[in-house]
C-alpha cells in the first residue's frame, strides 16, 4: 500500500515552510516600519481585521464548546472523544436503553444518485467495490451508457429517464429500497470511504451501528480532499477546519454534508418536505430535521475523501453555487432557523449569529475589509519598490495589511498543531502564508452568490451562471431533445 502523498516522517518538509513565513512576516514588517503613528487609525485597522477577529474569536469558542460538549464521556478513549461532537455513550444509553452493549449494525445500505459518469464508471466500481453489496444506485436521467454498464457488471441500479436531481432521485430511490433496511448512506458519485489504513479510526459498520443504538437521525462524517495539485491544500485545509473544528463543535445540532449516515425514516421524511433544489440541499435537509427536534452529530471517526474543484473556474463556479444556496435556504426557512437556534445558546449562535448576522447581515463590511486590504497591500508594493505613486496616509496605509497577515498566520499555525491531523501538516503547511488570501478571495463569490439571489428576486435572472444552475438547465434541456429525436453521444 503506498503512502498517501502527505505523509512524511522527516521535520525539514515542515521546518522549510516555518523558515518562509518569518521571511513574509519580515518583509511585510519592514515595508510598514516608516509608517508615522499618525497615519494610524484603530477603526480601520479593526475593519481591516475583521475577518482575523470574527474567525479567531469564533475559533475558540469552539474548541471551548466542544470540550464542554464532551467533557464527561468516559465509556470511550480520549483519542475517539476528540472526534465526536456528542457524549456519545450517553446518547446510546438515551436511545437504546440502558445495557445494550456494542451490537451489530441492522440492515443498512449506501445510497448514490448517479448522472452520465462516462469514461468515470470503472473508477466509480473500484472505488466503492468494497460495499458493494450494501450500495443501492438510480441513474437520474443519464443520456449515456450509466445505468447499463452498471448492471452489467452486477450493479444494482434503477435506470429512471427523468430527471428528478439529487434529492428528488434519492426520495425516489429509498421508495424502492426493501423494507427491512433502516439506515442508509447517501453519497456522491466521487467520494471514497476510507478504511482504517487511510484514515478512518472506525470501520462503517460500527459507525451505523453507533448511530442506530444513539437515536440520532443521522451522523456526518469528515470530509477530507484528496491531494491533487497547489488548490487541494488550500481545499484540504478549508474542509479539515470546517469538520474539526465547524461540525464538532456543534452537538448533536451538525449540518450534513454530501457524505452523511441516516436513520432512514428520518431522510424520507425530510425529503418529503424539502424543495428539492440541489442549491444547500443538504443544509435544507438538516434544517428539516433539526426543526423537528431531531438530533445530527459529528462523526470524525469516519473519513471520507473526495476531489475538489482542479481549476480557479471551476471553485469559483462552485462557491457562488454554494453561497447563492446560504441565502436561499436561510430566507425560504428563517423561522425553522430560528425556533432551532433557540433550543441551545449555542445552536442560537451557529444558526442566527453566526450564519445569520456575521455570514449574511454584515457581509458589505467583508467587502468593505477587502477593498481595505486591497489598497493596504498596493501601498506596501508602492513602498517596497519606490514607485512613490500611493501617498500614505487615512486608508493607504502598510500596517493594515501588514498587521492582519501576521494575525491570521498566527492563526493558522495554532491551527495547524491543534487540529490538523499530524500525517497532514506537512501537505498543508506550504500554503499557510497564502491562505488568509483564500480566505479573503471568497468574498467575491460569496457577493456573487448573494448577488444572484437578489438579482433573480429583482430581475428573473441572475448576475452569474453557476455551474449548479448549469446542470439543472442541461438536464432539464436533455431530455427534451430526445424526444424530438436527439441522442447525446454514448461515453
Known sequence: ????????????????????????????????????????????????????????????????????????????????????????????????????????????????????????????????????????????????????????????CLDEEVNRHKPGALRHLLSKLPPQIETVMVIDPDVKICGRHEGSLADLERVIADLQQSGAAAACPRIAIEPDGFLARFQMLEYTLACVVGKRSHADFVVTSGASIYRRDALERALEQHSLSIYAEDLENAVILLHDGERIYYDGRLLVSSHGPHTLRHWYSQRVGWFYGLVRVYTQRSRELWRIGRRTPFAMYTFVAYMGVLGLGLHVLRIAAAALLLVSALAILDRLFALD??????????????????????????????VVPRRERTYVAPILPLYFLYALVHTAPMTVGFGNWVALRLWGRRLYRDHYQAHEDDTVRLPRLARNGFRAPAA
Open 389 to 418: 505613486m500611493l501617498h500614505t496616509g487615512g486608508a493607504i496605509n502598510p500596517v493594515y495589511f501588514a498587521g492582519t497577515v501576521g494575525s491570521y498566520l498566527v492563526l493558522a499555525l495554532f491551527a495547524l498543531f491543534t
Open 1 to 156: 500500500m503506498a503512502a498517501e502523498p502527505w505523509k512524511s516522517r522527516r521535520p525539514w518538509p515542515l521546518l522549510v515552510p516555518l523558515g518562509v513565513y518569518a521571511l513574509l512576516l519580515a518583509w511585510i514588517g519592514f515595508s510598514a516600519a516608516a509608517v508615522q503613528g499618525y497615519d494610524f487609525s484603530y477603526l480601520l485597522y479593526a475593519l481591516a481585521n475583521l475577518i482575523v477577529f470574527t474567525e479567531a474569536i469564533d475559533f475558540g469558542l469552539r474548541l471551548y464548546v466542544h470540550r464542554r460538549h464532551t467533557a464527561v464521556t468516559s465509556d470511550l478513549s480520549r483519542g475517539a472523544v476528540r472526534h465526536l461532537s456528542i457524549d456519545l455513550p450517553a446518547a446510546q444509553r438515551k436511545g437504546s436503553g440502558p445495557g445494550t452493549g456494542r451490537t451489530a449494525a441492522r440492515p443498512w445500505a449506501i445510497i448514490a444518485s448517479v448522472f452520465n459518469l462516462g469514461d468515470e464508471v470503472d473508477e466509480f466500481m473500484e472505488r466503492l467495490a468494497p460495499y458493494r453489496e450494501h450500495i443501492w444506485l438510480i441513474s437520474d436521467g443519464s443520456t449515456d451508457n450509466t445505468a447499463k454498464r452498471l448492471q452489467l457488471s452486477g450493479w444494482r
